[in-house]
């Protein structure tokens, strides 16, 4: 008979033991796979990401060899990683050392499957894929592993390749591990069923981190690329500011980095990080979104007549209606009169066209605009102005309306201080769109970069009148920028390209009036910025020879 009481098992026996190392293991193994899954969260660089999946699935299974894979639009795995620990091989990530091996495609020549390799077939079908021995395994074609450890002097034995499903379980890419190595002997041997338990779990893991990080990352490029089309548009309107947007990043940029780079002066213990340097480009890249709500006569006016069309045509037309009444009434009088009176006539006739001729050649540069119109010559204008032709219903009208004579008299450029209040809102459009997007964090400060490039050191800048200490230095940056692209540019209706040296002259007074940052003025100088756009963006003829210690605000960096 049994005993009624059976004896409690011996704690020492060897079943026991087995079962704790069991748990021991488990447990182990999920710790593990809890802190990969940490690590690979918190990955923000891909190529980094993709280095840790591999690394890790190896550690997890102890394997010597590796390789990751990625699923192309093309229907072809790319080789993306490779690692060999026992050779020292480390291929592609973050090494920058590529793969040399051509992508596997799934599909041959006439469309069917390529089951026969291992990798196609984990990728095609979604199954895992464990070999023994990659020599005498059957059903699949080993000829280019064979060829490639012939190579390399390797014998690949144990596979295990695992499919990489994402959370809308689509494949993104085969994770393979070779050679799975005894932890006791040494010795290559089979992947356990363990092993590949766990290599199941992580390689699904894996994939989520990978697609979340694919996902930031086209979102980033989407973001981006978005951006480039706005600024784009924005140029596109105006074919005389055209590339501006593209431009002032490219300085914005570079005095960026050379701020940061900067050793001595103010900025000597400056850094941007990484975030902050792209957040510039990105609000440099917006800084004159607001200009899409610009009418475009106003954008483009190249003259001070022009609107849809430059007006001075219209008083050029005037202009040979008073020589027509002019020959009508000398022709009349001439009738009338004797012959030494009709020479007197037309001597008087041909006077008057040399003076309507003399003024029509006056308004004609008065339209260009310039730097500074004279007060003697805005009252010519006024006394122009009070001519009258006889319209086409015979009745007299002025040579110049109020409205033309207003835009004559213009002192400086080429608008109205109305025109320039339009213009001028472009930067409060420009902040009232940024402000409205929802900008992740490390773009919050996009809004106040991009809206303070019209912004002066003394607060009498626009449209919200802050002083230096108010602004951040990325927003300093793009004052700077945003000038010497204006001043230097080859594309404006109103002037000339600048030489360098011009440009920098009115920067550097633009130093002593504080409307640009000193500081910034001086490492744009000194580091050169200037000279690094301008081999880059501006014609040969704008490099002209200067003394930089002869520009006005010119200062010897300690």
């Known amino acids: 008979?049994?005993?009624?009481?059976?004896?409690?098992?011996?704690?020492?026996?060897?079943?026991?033991?087995?079962?704790?190392?069991?748990?021991?293991?488990?447990?182990?193994?999920?710790?593990?796979?809890?802190?990969?899954?940490?690590?690979?969260?918190?990955?923000?660089?891909?190529?980094?990401?993709?280095?840790?999946?591999?690394?890790?699935?190896?550690?997890?299974?102890?394997?010597?060899?590796?390789?990751?894979?990625?699923?192309?639009?093309?229907?072809?795995?790319?080789?993306?990683?490779?690692?060999?620990?026992?050779?020292?091989?480390?291929?592609?990530?973050?090494?920058?050392?590529?793969?040399?091996?051509?992508?596997?495609?799934?599909?041959?020549?006439?469309?069917?499957?390529?089951?026969?390799?291992?990798?196609?077939?984990?990728?095609?079908?979604?199954?895992?894929?464990?070999?023994?021995?990659?020599?005498?395994?059957?059903?699949?074609?080993?000829?280019?592993?064979?060829?490639?450890?012939?190579?390399?002097?390797?014998?690949?034995?144990?596979?295990?390749?695992?499919?990489?499903?994402?959370?809308?379980?689509?494949?993104?890419?085969?994770?393979?591990?070779?050679?799975?190595?005894?932890?006791?002997?040494?010795?290559?041997?089979?992947?356990?069923?363990?092993?590949?338990?766990?290599?199941?779990?992580?390689?699904?893991?894996?994939?989520?981190?990978?697609?979340?990080?694919?996902?930031?990352?086209?979102?980033?490029?989407?973001?981006?690329?978005?951006?480039?089309?706005?600024?784009?548009a924005i140029d596109e309107k105006s074919p005389y500011t055209g590339g501006h947007?593209?431009?002032?990043?490219?300085?914005?940029?570079?005095?960026?980095?050379?701020?940061?780079?900067?050793?001595?002066?103010?900025?000597?213990?400056?850094?941007?990080?990484e975030q902050e340097m792209y957040e510039l480009k990105i609000a440099a890249l917006m800084h004159d979104c607001g200009k899409i709500t610009t009418p475009i006569h106003v954008v483009d006016k190249s003259t001070k007549l022009e609107t849809i069309f430059d007006r001075i045509k219209l008083i050029e037309t005037r202009f040979t209606l008073l020589k027509r009444d002019a020959e009508i009434t000398l022709l009349q009088e001439v009738m009338s009169s004797t012959d030494e009176e009709q020479e007197a006539l037309r001597k008087n006739h041909e006077a008057l066209l040399n003076t309507l001729d003399e003024e029509l050649e006056f308004l004609r540069h008065s339209n260009i605009g310039g730097e500074y119109m004279q007060e003697e010559k805005q009252q010519r204008v006024h006394d122009i102005a009070k001519r009258q032709y006889r319209d086409i219903n015979g009745e007299w009208q002025p040579i110049l309306t109020e409205e033309e004579v207003y835009n004559l008299c213009i002192a400086k450029g080429t608008l109205t201080d109305e025109e320039r209040d339009v213009i001028n809102h472009h930067m409060q459009s420009t902040i009232n769109m940024l402000e409205k997007l929802p900008f992740p964090k490390h773009l919050k400060n996009v809004p106040e970069i991009a809206g303070g490039h019209h912004e002066t050191m003394d607060g009498k800048g626009y449209p919200r009148g802050l002083t230096r200490e108010q602004m951040s230095v990325q927003a300093r940056i793009m004052g700077i920028a945003d000038i010497f692209e204006a001043l230097t540019a080859a594309d404006r209706p109103y002037k000339k390209a600048m030489p360098i040296s011009q440009a920098l002259k009115i920067l550097g007074n633009m130093k002593l009036e504080s409307h640009i940052d000193p500081d910034l003025f001086d490492v744009f100088l000194h580091e050169k910025v200037y000279e690094e756009y301008a081999r880059e963006f501006l014609n040969n003829e704008q490099l002209d020879d200067f003394d930089e210690s002869e520009l006005p605000g010119f200062n010897k960096l300690n």
């Open 245 to 273: 947007c593209r431009r002032v990043p490219e300085i914005a940029m570079l005095l960026a980095k050379a701020v940061h780079r900067a050793d001595k002066g103010v900025f000597a213990d400056l850094r941007f990080s």
């Open 1 to 232: 008979m049994e005993p009624l009481i059976k004896p409690m098992p011996d704690p020492d026996s060897s079943d026991t033991l087995d079962t704790q190392r069991n748990k021991d293991e488990l447990l182990n193994n999920i710790k593990q796979l809890v802190s990969i899954g940490i690590s690979l969260s918190a990955e923000k660089n891909t190529e980094r990401l993709l280095e840790h999946i591999l690394i890790s699935a190896q550690d997890l299974t102890n394997a010597d060899g590796g390789t990751l894979y990625l699923l192309g639009d093309d229907d072809k795995l790319s080789f993306e990683m490779m690692r060999t620990r026992s050779l020292g091989i480390a291929l592609g990530g973050p090494t920058h050392n590529a793969v040399q091996l051509k992508p596997i495609p799934l599909f041959d020549s006439k469309g069917k499957p390529n089951n026969k390799t291992i990798a196609a077939f984990a990728a095609l079908t979604g199954e895992v894929v464990n070999i023994e021995d990659a020599y005498r395994a059957r059903g699949f074609n080993f000829k280019g592993t064979k060829e490639y450890d012939k190579k390399i002097g390797y014998r690949s034995k144990s596979f295990l390749t695992l499919p990489m499903k994402n959370h809308d379980n689509q494949i993104i890419g085969v994770l393979q591990l070779i050679n799975a190595i005894d932890v006791h002997t040494g010795e290559v041997i089979k992947f356990s069923t363990e092993n590949q338990r766990l290599a199941e779990s992580f390689a699904s893991q894996a994939a989520v981190s990978l697609t979340n990080h694919q996902l930031i990352d086209d979102l980033r490029i989407l973001l981006e690329r978005f951006i480039e089309v706005i600024a784009g």
